[in-house]
């Protein structure tokens, strides 16, 4: 398309702003429609404030240990979660503001209010005042996300039935919290609360927590959770909850009793695709009632794309960001695609976790012939040096190519160091020709070429013969 283009973005979350850039990048005219704060959930409501409130929970673990490490402190490790709290909002703010500057810069038309297709071509804008703005565009890009479900069984109200938004803005550590739901958002939560010195309970359906990652690294998590006293009860539900004298009863269907002062709701999230027109636009909704899209991220109503969340693909922030910029590209004339091969992903629990690929399971439920490969964090003089022992790396592999299916890592910076792994599958590395790079010593990333090499049996810093 020519420099004329006006592409109409609804959704600034981090794949609506990240395609407004890229448009912009493009000599495309940009204008983006976006009811909350630029940065969508993940910036305001969910990664970057849960990172936050985190970190200053490890920082505090590694601070309990100072004495064995040699350092001198005065008096007991605690925390202020009011100061936690507005020192979180200021990061999220700034970045807000950055995001802002950013439109500035690329000369992007932001548009605070809600957004309603009229046709394929025209998007209504309604500002808070109620001033309507009707906008036309050469092209529409849909990144309205994701928002919290609502359960009959719990009723948010957001004092004392929450969600992980409200989770994130409580000033005062409650003395017991249950966390329904198990997987990433709910072991993220009882890390943080549990290291905050409350009583965590978490109630997951699925056999085991984190149900979606190897079983290895859910083995692990489990294990640290209960090391903070966190109450894991797994393979049951809650059938029933009560509230008395200002405390809640939930009743299991294990027949188990558990009683706490809130209750964080955190069972996945549900599409926003409600009141944005696609019905008279015709836009054709998935069996989940995610937006239906093709491999170019474009409906089946011409010109008009979808990205993030609503899709329903891999709901994650760096994957909206990354079909926000293929969608951009397609939409000038430049065919593109998304991989979703190779997808990396974080989990902020402590310890961490990083992963990419194949689980185990999945690798074998394909029929896939691997051979698999670990190292434990305790080989490595780097985690020794730096007092973080506790992880491991797993990379499975295919029999017949050697190339790398799936890499999962547990332990300090495990997120970060995921990367190695994720670029070697891109390329399509072999393990062996990641084990035979030479890796700077000492680092956390020697584990990466330790756990390749143990794909043969020839780890050398691993106590265990060949077979």
């Known amino acids: 398309m020519s420099t004329s283009t006006h592409i109409v973005i609804v959704g600034a979350g981090p794949g609506g702003y990240v ?6 990048q493009l000599d495309a005219r940009v204008t983006v429609i976006e009811n909350e704060a630029l940065g969508g959930v993940c910036l305001n409501s969910g990664c970057i404030p849960s990172k936050a409130l985190l970190s200053v929970v490890d920082l505090g673990e590694k601070l309990v240990k100072a004495k064995d490490l040699g350092l001198r402190l005065q008096g007991d490790v605690g925390y202020d979660l009011a100061q936690m709290v507005a020192r979180k909002n200021r990061v999220v703010n700034g970045l807000v503001n950055g995001i802002a ?15 309603e297709l009229i046709d394929h071509r025209t998007v209504r804008a309604v500002s808070p005042d109620g001033k309507e703005t009707h906008l036309q565009g050469d092209a529409l890009i849909l990144a309205t996300g994701s928002t919290w479900p609502n359960l009959p069984l719990f009723p948010i109200d957001g004092q004392t039935i929450i969600t992980s938004k409200e989770a994130l803005d409580l000033t005062e550590i409650p003395s017991s919290m249950l966390i329904i739901g198990g997987g990433v958002e709910g072991c993220e939560f009882a890390s943080l609360y549990a290291g905050l010195g409350a009583r965590v309970m978490v109630v997951e359906m699925m056999p085991r927590v984190l149900p979606l990652e190897d079983e290895e690294v859910s083995a692990l998590i489990e294990r640290e959770l209960k090391k903070r006293k966190v109450q894991l009860h797994t393979g049951t539900t809650v059938e029933k909850v009560s509230r008395s004298n200002g405390v809640f009863t939930a009743v299991l269907s294990n027949g188990s009793e558990l009683e706490a002062d809130k209750i964080l709701v955190s069972v996945g999230r549900r599409f926003q695709t409600q009141g944005i027109g696609l019905e008279q636009v015709g836009v054709r909704l998935g069996a989940r009632g995610e937006i239906e899209v093709n491999e170019r991220l474009e409906t089946n109503v ?19 960001s990354a079909q926000g910029k293929v969608a951009v590209e397609n939409i000038m004339g430049h065919p593109k695609t998304v991989n979703y091969d190779v997808i990396p992903a974080g989990i902020f629990t402590l310890p961490e976790i990083g992963r990419v690929g194949l689980t185990e399971r999945e690798a074998r439920e394909r029929g896939i012939r691997i051979k698999v490969g670990r190292f434990r964090y305790v080989g490595l003089g ?11 790396f797993k990379i499975l592999t295919d029999v017949e190519t050697d190339k790398i299916l799936g890499a999962h890592i547990v332990g ?14 891109e390329v399509g590395a072999t393990a062996g020709q990641l084990a035979g790079m030479i890796h700077a010593h000492p680092t956390l990333s020697e584990g990466m070429m330790e756990a390749t090499e143990n794909v043969e049996g020839l780890a050398i810093h691993q106590a265990t013969k060949r077979t």
């Open 412 to 425: 300090a910076h495990a997120a970060d160091l995921i990367h190695e792994a994720a670029l070697a599958m």
């Open 382 to 392: 780097k985690a020794h040096a730096i007092g973080e022992t506790t992880g491991m």
């Open 19 to 24: 395609a407004a850039i890229r448009a912009a």
């Open 101 to 115: 500057t950013l439109f500035k810069v690329w000369g992007i038309t932001h548009i605070q209010g809600t957004a």
């Open 302 to 320: 011409p010109g008009v794309y979808a990205i993030g969340d609503v899709v329903g693909k891999a709901m994650l922030a760096h994957v909206a």
